[in-house]
T-cell receptor, first 109, second 115 residues
Framework: GIQVEQSPPDLILQEGANSTLRCNFSDSVNNLQWFHQNPWGQLINLFYIPSGTKQNGRLSATTVATERYSLLYISSSQTTDSGVYFCAVRRGGSEKLVFGKGTKLTVNP | DAGVIQSPRHEVTEMGQEVTLRCKPISGHNSLFWYRQTMMRGLELLIYFNNNVPIDDSGMPEDRFSAKMPNASFSTLKIQPSEPRDSAVYFC?????????????FGAGSRLTVL
């Protein structure tokens, strides 16, 4: 099946810093989503981005489908950004969304 | 919209007992997914339904696990008999499939502890 690799596995930042999270996938996809799992365990959809670039406030994401990777940018990080960020992908012909292992982000005040 | 609703939020049971987890998807969504999250294995898809029909149950660990979706607004995941290794957070998610766009929305999860 399709493989999803996220890097780095752990990231520690000071409040106000910027960061880039990466997601590589092993096959062509027609669906890619970024999720944030907050410290209470809730999984929140951040972006649906099978290709191109989107922005939502301090967060933005870019997917280069032809090169099989996606990037999540967090600018001016805040302590509330802490948690685990997951990338999930889906191949054509299947509804199955496959998750990476996540990047655990800790933003210190 | 109330989102995807799961119950119970927490369940503690003893080995050998039956466990039933419940999910109400977002109204109008036609796909429903059950995921399990553990530290060791991350987020794993157990089973998904499309228009109330089970499509792929290859992630269901073994015969002790079963899932049903009797109608578009309700699904259950049952574990009988439960074992300590079943301890995990079980998430239900739903989506509306349309022209490839399939944005998954998760419930808050059910944390299961089997003693």
């Amino acid at each position: 099946g399709i493989q999803v690799e996220q890097s780095p596995p752990d990231l520690i930042l000071q409040e106000g810093a910027n960061s880039t999270l990466r997601c590589n996938f092993s096959d062509s996809v027609n669906n890619l989503q970024w999720f944030h799992q907050n410290p209470w365990g809730q999984l929140i959809n951040l972006f649906y981005i099978p290709s191109g670039t989107k922005q939502n406030g301090r967060l933005s994401a870019t997917t280069v489908a032809t090169e099989r990777y996606s990037l999540l940018y967090i600018s001016s990080s805040q302590t509330t950004d802490s948690g685990v960020y997951f990338c999930a992908v889906r191949r054509g012909g299947s509804e199955k969304l496959v998750f990476g292992k996540g990047t655990k982000l800790t933003v210190n005040p | 919209d109330a989102g995807v609703i799961q119950s119970p939020r927490h369940e503690v049971t003893e080995m050998g007992q039956e466990v039933t987890l419940r999910c109400k998807p977002i109204s109008g969504h036609n796909s429903l997914f059950w995921y399990r999250q553990t530290m060791m294995r991350g987020l794993e898809l157990l089973i998904y339904f499309n228009n109330n029909v089970p499509i792929d149950d290859s992630g269901m660990p073994e015969d002790r696990f079963s899932a049903k979706m009797p109608n578009a607004s309700f699904s259950t995941l049952k574990i009988q008999p439960s074992e300590p290794r079943d301890s995990a957070v079980y998430f239900c998610a739903s989506s509306y499939s349309k022209s490839g766009a399939n944005v998954l929305t998760f419930g808050a999860g059910s944390r299961l502890t089997v003693l």
